[in-house]
């Protein structure tokens, strides 16, 4: 059974930083997207930054220059790299691996997966 397992979330003033890892029970490297999510209360879950099977990391506008995506292959493990975190980047982060179907084309944010973490908290106060 494939497990993804986040860490790293917690609480935050803005312009703080924090680091979420996921470990990962299955392979991570070239042959899978994978990314990061939130979602917030009350909105829908949005992607973040992922890394495609080809091409380069994307994200999304509002965390570029801010977050910071990466994987260590021979860990099995994804990271993100927040800093100057605003107080809207509070949400529930997720990770996810293995890019399912064709769903949004280029763009690894927009995919579905099919590998999900449970989730981490990340809350930033003003």
């Known amino acids: 059974q494939v497990q993804l397992l986040e860490s790293g979330g917690g609480s935050v003033q803005a312009g703080g930083s924090l680091r979420l890892s996921c470990s990962a029970s299955?392979?991570?490297?070239?042959?899978?997207?994978v990314g990061w999510f939130r979602q917030a209360p009350g909105k829908e879950r949005e992607g973040v930054a992922c890394i495609p099977m080809h091409g380069s990391p994307q994200s999304i506008d509002s965390v570029k220059d801010r977050f910071t995506i990466s994987k260590d292959n021979a860990k099995n493990t994804l990271y993100l790299q927040m800093n100057n975190l605003k107080p809207e980047d509070t949400a529930v982060y997720y990770c996810?691996?293995?890019?399912?179907?064709?769903?949004?084309?280029?763009?690894?944010?927009?995919?579905?997966?099919?590998?999900w973490g449970q989730g981490t908290q990340v809350t930033v106060s003003s």
């Open positions: 996810a691996a293995r890019r399912r179907g064709s769903v949004g084309g280029d763009s690894c944010l927009l995919a579905e997966y099919y590998y």
């Open positions: 299955l392979y991570i490297d070239g042959s899978a997207s």
